[in-house]
């Protein structure tokens, strides 16, 4: 990204993430339904991940601090969250199925206590969102090998499901993706 010394320099965090516990429960019998089935599943994710993660920041007269990164590079974000998520999958022809994946990360805290310069606001602890959608075919079924391709989108919330909108800072928007 481009810094105010004008330049552009790369920023960058890494370490251990935020870690996710989740049930899963199959609907159907999974031996008697297996061209057809949805799975529920109910979590929780823990802050594991760092909300402290700094880089160098450049100032316009070409001399650097340390400043903490963009929330999206944090490797956590700071609070518990409650998770939800749902897959399934229908066998639409002998060797094709299209499936379905979704996710949603509920936060249980509104903010953290770490300073984002640039909004002058402390980053929030939002809502995140996953979703898949797409077709696989059995390539060679007799080796178990399949290939697919669909549709991703991921994002984090403009408000969250559990406390609404908020005063704090946090990078809302969503990418997509074609995901083979």
């Given at each position: ?15 251990i993430?935020?870690?996710s516990?989740?049930?899963?429960y ?5 031996t ?10 109910l979590?929780?994710?823990?802050p594991?991940?760092?909300i402290?993660?700094?880089d ?10 340390q400043?903490?990164?963009s ?13 939800l998520q ?8 002998s060797?094709?199925s299209?499936?379905?994946?979704g996710?949603?990360?509920a ?6 206590n ?14 995140l969102?996953?979703?898949?959608l ?9 080796h178990?090998?399949?290939?697919s ?17 908020d005063?704090?800072?946090r990078?809302?928007?969503y990418?997509?993706y074609?995901?083979?």
């Open positions: 990204n481009i810094h105010p010394d004008g330049l552009r320099h790369t920023t960058s965090a890494g370490g993430g935020d870690i516990l989740t049930g899963n199959w609907l159907r019998s999974p008697a339904h297996p061209f057809s089935n949805v799975q529920l599943s979590g929780v994710k823990a594991t991940g760092s402290r993660k700094t160098a920041s450049f100032a316009a007269d070409g001399s650097s601090s400043k903490p990164v929330q999206t590079l944090q490797t956590g974000d700071g609070g518990f969250a409650m998770v749902l897959q399934a999958f229908q066998r639409v022809a060797r094709l299209v499936y379905e994946v996710s949603y990360s936060s249980l805290r509104e903010h953290t770490v300073f984002w310069p640039a909004a002058q606001a402390e980053f929030a602890v939002p809502d969102y996953s979703a898949r797409g077709l696989a075919v059995a390539a060679i079924p007799s178990g090998l399949s290939l391709l669909g549709g991703r989108i991921d994002g984090t919330t403009v408000s969250d499901l559990v406390g609404g909108g005063d704090f800072y990078s809302a928007g990418t997509m074609v995901d083979p």
